[in-house]
């Protein structure tokens, strides 16, 4: 009998299926690929991986769709590594702003090369080589030339407005894109069960997509800023929000929304009858009892 050969397991995936627009991979302006890096998430404070595009000058935050059992055929090989990465850019302020955030506790000026470091993640100095970093610094922070040279400090006023005007786009978007949103909207179809839409429902939205950018704190300041009251009771609260995993790799996406729809979304089309069904139906069952009933129990006369 010959032996059966035992299959090595791939350990080292040295490709991925990514979903991103032409200029992350555009090395006609930089003479450089775009890479992965580790940086400090400005909502947790853990690693999560983000993409510089060529010549570092775009930043990408980096999401990945996961299911069970996946994989990938690629050419002639298969990619064991079955999940979909979603590139997509990214405003690198997010990432500097606790940078900032930690050096205004002193209270005073500094140079922002000396503001952004971390020893954990050292790649973060990357971050001012984005395209408009040090130009978009004024949004955040408070700022102090001596004759050439620039200093910091960070604003709380000014980076509540610059949050508030992120906000306001955002509604503006969804907008524009008729995108329903609020408490009345069916979990995945995203289909409106009233037909107004209140300003409060798209400012709520608004925030608790930009709460994914900034510390628990932040978002706090942001939602008085807003003017919007904490919703605390449970039949108020908007449904929970997609939790990504932070990780090493691709931050992986939450759980599927799918399960919840409800029976109306979930009928299944009726299936198609058979010859012989068919046939059966067009014969006359007058007078004819069902197969059922030799074998349900007879039922006792009573006794008079």
């Known amino acids: 009998m010959t032996a059966k050969k035992k299959r090595t397991p791939n350990l080292q995936n040295d490709s991925w299926v990514v979903i991103a627009a032409d200029s992350v991979i555009d090395t006609q302006k930089n003479n450089s690929d775009p890479t992965f890096v580790r940086l400090r998430n400005p909502s947790t404070g853990a690693a999560s991986v983000y993409m510089l595009g060529s010549g570092d000058v775009q930043l990408y935050e980096v999401k990945a769709f996961i299911e069970d059992n996946r994989s990938w055929f690629i050419g002639q090989t298969v990619q064991r ?21 930690k050096s205004g506790k002193e209270g005073k000026f500094q ?14 100095s990357k971050l001012l080589s984005c395209s408009r970093s040090l130009a978009s610094l004024h949004h955040i922070a408070e700022e102090k030339e001596v004759g050439s ?17 992120k906000a306001e786009r955002t509604v503006a978007a969804l907008k524009k894109r008729s995108i ?6 069916k979990s995945t179809t995203y289909v409106r069960v009233k037909s107004e839409f209140q300003e409060e429902d798209y400012l709520r939205y608004a925030h608790g997509l930009i709460s994914e950018y900034i510390s628990g704190d932040l978002s706090k ?17 908007e449904p929970p929000s997609k939790k990504r995993k ?18 109306d979304f979930a009928r299944k089309p009726p299936k198609k009858m058979t010859t012989a069904q068919k046939a059966l139906a067009k014969v006359d069952k007058t007078g ?7 074998f349900s129990p007879k039922v006792k006369a009573e006794k008079k």
């Not at 329903?180 to 909207?185: A, T």
């Not at 932070?246 to 029976?263: C, M, R």
Request: proline share 9%; with cysteine; glycine share 4%.
């Open 288 to 294: 004819m009892k069902p197969l059922s009933s030799f």
């Open 221 to 237: 300041s942001l939602l008085r800023h807003l003017q919007l009251t904490e919703l605390t009771s449970p039949k108020q609260a």
């Open 81 to 101: 590594d079955g999940r979909l990465l979603f590139v997509t850019p990214m405003d690198p302020l997010f990432l500097i702003l606790p940078y900032l955030i």
């Open 149 to 165: 040279l620039k200093f910091h400090r960070y604003s709380p006023e000014k980076t509540m407005d610059w949050l508030k005007k």
């Open 180 to 185: 329903s949103v609020g408490e009345g909207v």
């Open 246 to 263: 932070v990780s090493d790799g691709p931050v992986e996406a939450g759980e599927d929304y799918t399960k919840f729809n409800s029976a």
């Open 111 to 124: 140079p922002v090369d000396q503001v952004v470091m971390d020893e954990e993640f050292p790649e973060c």
